[in-house]
């Protein structure tokens, strides 16, 4: 049997892209998340599967040099750094997501920077990265450019697009943008015809019921699970726990409420009996009455805010689930039952199957399913990187051309500075972490002339 590729995920997290190349054909060797919920999470599910397990380090990123992931990536395959064919990741991008010079202070954009210093470290075949749409319209429109610039000279041919997990069976509007790079000795022509990104297409199982752009909807994800009677009790051992900091309660299941109803139910039952997690946080009286007064597909306003309550509709798809979802679930009301949804049917939503399981309080597990990259998203765009190199000789999924974006940014002093340091770099092996202080302080600077230019009017290039 042919090896698998190997892969390095960084913000892991709880493991949905890592879920996903594995899905597609890769070999997650080593993993990197900081929290330790989260990577208790991505261990947990190791233990439950046949697959070669990864190595988790659980560390800032900020902390991870060329030294720690040597080690890791020996003891876990005995290979060495280069032989990682793939880096991947999804850089937390809640500092992208608002617009405004404030950003340009949110250390959370540093994790950005921090995921291309681990490219530069590594020099993998390939690499592919999860972001939010706001990276796009930040700062000028520059940020992609700026990237463009910075992987050009680490020897590398990128391209970008906004890919929505509902084109590839997830059951929720939840458009990224994902970058794609791929070595410039291995692109090719790649450089003038641009780099291929998935097709709308369905993973495995799924294509016979529901074709490219049918759209799964929230009735068809979650129909089979039960109502959630008798749920109050569960509710009140799940606030003993939370109040505790500990999760007690991990083998507490239930049974599905029907058979399967559909091609979407099967694959998520594939590997389970059972249904795990299906529990809720407790509803007041007060917003009780408040979600009785919703119908489905509705929303209610609330302090101002327009949407501040949404019910789901079992018709069409979900909204976007989000990492606040662990602090309150008024965006998340179950279409015809007045409770919001559990944690199942979150996972549901994000295309994570019934045996695939999260560590930690009831609220902890909220926000990892809802900061996931989701696994049937991963697998496309694991595929789609995997077909170019030619690591995959199996089935071929739909691909479209997306052209690789060359326009030069008006910042010439700071971008000899930055052409410099890599050079330097690449060349004398500089210490990782010195290298990472002078391009992070570059890297900044040019967001902040990107953004001073944008508030005296300035003509801005748009990526």
Known sequence: MKERPVAIDFFAGAGGLSEGLHMAGWDVAVAVEKDPFAARSYELNQSMTRRRRTAVLVADIENIGRQELSQ????????????VDL??????????????????????????????????????????????????????????????????????????????SIDFGVPQDRPRVIFFGIRKDLAGGMAETGIQVPAACMPEGLRREFAPGRIITVGEALSDLPPGRGIALEQRIWAVQEENGQNQNDDYCVQYQTAPQNSYQRVMRKRSCMVFDHHTKGMSEGRLNKVQMIPEGSTAASAGRQNAWRRLNRSSYSHTLQA????????????????????????RLQSFRDDYRFSGAQSVQLRQIGNAVPPHLGWAIGRAIGEQLGVFEDEQIPLRGVKVKQKGLNLVNVAKELLHVLEYKQEAHADDEVIADV??????????????????????AKA
């Not at 979802?325 to 279409?335: S, W």
């Open 72 to 83: 890791a990536l020996m003891q876990s395959r005995g290979k060495a750094l280069t032989e």
């Open 87 to 164: 880096i991947a990741g999804g850089p937390p991008c809640q500092g992208f997501s608002h617009i405004g010079s404030r950003a340009l202070d949110d250390p959370r954009n540093r994790l950005f920077f921090h995921f291309v210093r681990m490219i530069s470290i590594v020099r993998p075949k390939a690499f592919i990265a999860e972001n939010v749409k706001g990276i796009l319209s930040f700062a000028g429109r520059r940020i992609p450019a700026i990237l463009e610039m910075i992987f050009d000279r680490l020897g590398y041919v990128i391209a970008y697009d906004v890919l929505n």
């Open 439 to 460: 391009l992070e302080k570059i890297f900044n600077c040019m967001l902040a002339e990107a953004s001073a230019n944008e508030d005296t009017g300035m003509p801005t």
């Open 324 to 347: 606040h979802m662990g602090k309150d679930l008024k965006e998340f009301i179950h279409p015809s039952i007045h409770r919001w949804i559990t944690v199942r049917e979150a996972a």
